[in-house]
């Protein structure tokens, strides 16, 4: 059910904790806070892995100043607690707890954490028909024998929706297929008919169990921001790195530094929104257009009362693909919350973007209504994102599209001339699209610039 995890576990037991421990040994090295150096660095962008990237080079001596667009640091790791819940807008979970540098930092930073459990669940089919749990582990077995095994039929110019159509055509056009696919393959990764056949499953993965904020992501941020200078509402717009000195462009000042620490979302590259001069390699241009940004919006809705199954996770599985198919019972984990939060993939939910609020509560409401009766309540308040139309990311995470190499995203971290560094979670080939992946692009990134000294 939870990003990633659901696939890896399944194909490659914990093969990523290895690595994922010693690129944790590398980037908690040369911790401590060290005399001021003399050297200034611009971080563009006060998501993760920027203020990872800035606190650590504060403690290294460099006079780090952060721009930030937005009126508010964290990027991705947004939390709305309007409501009285604590909805995040981005990123929920930790991915595998153990060895997981973000276990440590939620901890460090006052998050609340709760393990989900992804047998919590009961599965609803159009008609408000219960499924067995037989039916539905048989299912999700045979989908990981497929996932193990498809990218054999796959080819670099075929995505991965064409290779399952050819192959599996009666499984294509089956709702609980559908719904295992948009949940857990497209919710991972990004769009079925783009996603590429032979690098869906890419990445690695901690072990352990897999975490949800219950007070909000927004608190790690919000930790490793403090004592940084921030300059919020500070959009970027031209990174000029031909003098010694690199010259940033930010609501009409130009401000000057040794290094400039580019960690905008792969979604504002895409979008030519920061002009670079000289232009960036080819190399690093062509990266930009081959990896994928995919859609993820989350939806909360409120009630006075709790009407739903007392689970984790409530599936249902209609027949469009990527549409308000499964209900994070969000009671289970904020207990004074009646709440559920629901979910648009890919195109669906580029699409809800161009919808009123009455009209996707009528049709997350024409979903509930399927399962547990006409006569429940309305809710009495909604939430939305809008990742796709947001301009300070234009999506919500990368992925590997057709066409994506895995040497891309080292493309979008290759740093240029000692002066222009580039860090966020499309430059991690190893953990892309994560929080941690994010964190440890800023870590790597700050350990480039601190060798330079
Ligand atoms: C809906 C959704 C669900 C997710 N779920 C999970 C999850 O459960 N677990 C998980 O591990 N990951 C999840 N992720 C991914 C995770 O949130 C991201 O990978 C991570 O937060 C990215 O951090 P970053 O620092 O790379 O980028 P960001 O957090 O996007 O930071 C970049 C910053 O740059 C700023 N910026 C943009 N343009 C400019 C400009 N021109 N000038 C100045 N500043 C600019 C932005 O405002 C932003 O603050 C999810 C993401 C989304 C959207």
Not at 21 to 36: Q, R, T, W
Not at 274 to 302: D, H, R, S, W
């Amino acid at each position: 059910m939870q990003r990633r995890k659901f696939i890896k576990d399944a194909l490659t037991g914990f093969r990523g904790i290895v690595l994922a421990e010693s690129l944790l040994v590398s980037a908690c090295k040369k911790e401590g806070i060290g005399k001021p150096n003399g050297k200034k660095v611009i971080v563009v962008g006060a998501g993760i892995s920027g203020l990872a990237a800035a606190k650590k080079l504060n403690q290294n001596g460099f006079n780090v100043v952060v721009l930030e667009s937005q009126n508010k640091v964290g990027g991705r790791l947004k939390t709305d607690r309007t409501l009285g819940v604590a909805f995040d807008e981005g990123a929920s979970w930790i991915h595998g707890i153990r060895g997981n540098p973000i276990t440590d930092l939620a901890q460090q930073a006052g998050m609340s954490t709760a393990v989900t459990d992804d047998d919590s669940v009961l599965s609803y089919d159009v008609g408000g028909v219960l499924r067995s749990d037989a039916v539905l582990s048989q299912a999700e077995e045979q989908l990981y024998t497929i996932l193990a095994t498809m990218m054999k039929s796959g080819n670099a110019t075929q995505s991965f929706e064409t290779v399952f159509r050819n192959l599996y055509p009666t499984k294509a056009n089956d709702r609980l297929w559908k719904f295992l696919l948009s949940t857990y393959v497209t919710f991972d990764t990004g769009d079925l008919n783009n996603l590429s056949s032979l690098l869906y499953n890419e990445g690695e993965e901690f072990g352990g169990k897999e975490s949800i904020s219950t007070s909000g992501y927004d608190s790690i941020p919000h930790y490793l921001g403090k004592g940084l200078t921030i300059q919020l509402n500070q959009r970027v717009t031209k990174i000029d790195y031909t003098s010694t000195n690199v010259k940033v462009e930010h609501n009409g000042t130009i401000s000057e530094a040794d290094h400039v620490l580019v960690t905008v979302p792969l979604g504002v590259l895409k979008n030519n929104v920061v002009q670079f001069i000289p232009t960036l390699p080819a190399a690093k241009q062509n990266a930009i257009q081959k990896v994928g940004m995919n859609c993820v919006n989350k939806f909360l809705l409120t009630w006075k009362t709790a009407f739903w199954d007392d689970v984790q996770y409530i599936s249902y599985t209609p027949e469009i693909r990527d549409k308000f198919n499964y209900f994070l019972n969000v009671r289970k984990f904020q207990p004074t919350a009646n709440a559920l939060m629901t979910f648009a993939y890919a195109d669906y939910a580029r699409q809800t973007e161009t919808m009123t609020d009455v009209q996707i509560i009528n049709q997350i409401m024409e979903h509930l209504k399927d399962i547990y009766g006409t006569s429940i309540p309305a809710p009495t308040a909604m939430l939305r994102t809008k990742w796709q139309t947001n301009e300070n990311c234009f999506g919500a995470y990368s992925y590997t599209a057709v066409g994506t190499e895995m040497r891309h995203f080292d493309d979008l971290a290759e740093a240029i001339n000692d002066k222009l560094f580039f860090a966020g979670e499309h430059t991690e080939s190893e953990y892309f699209s994560t929080v941690h992946g994010a964190y440890l692009s800023g870590m790597r990134e700050a350990d480039k610039i601190i060798a330079l000294r």
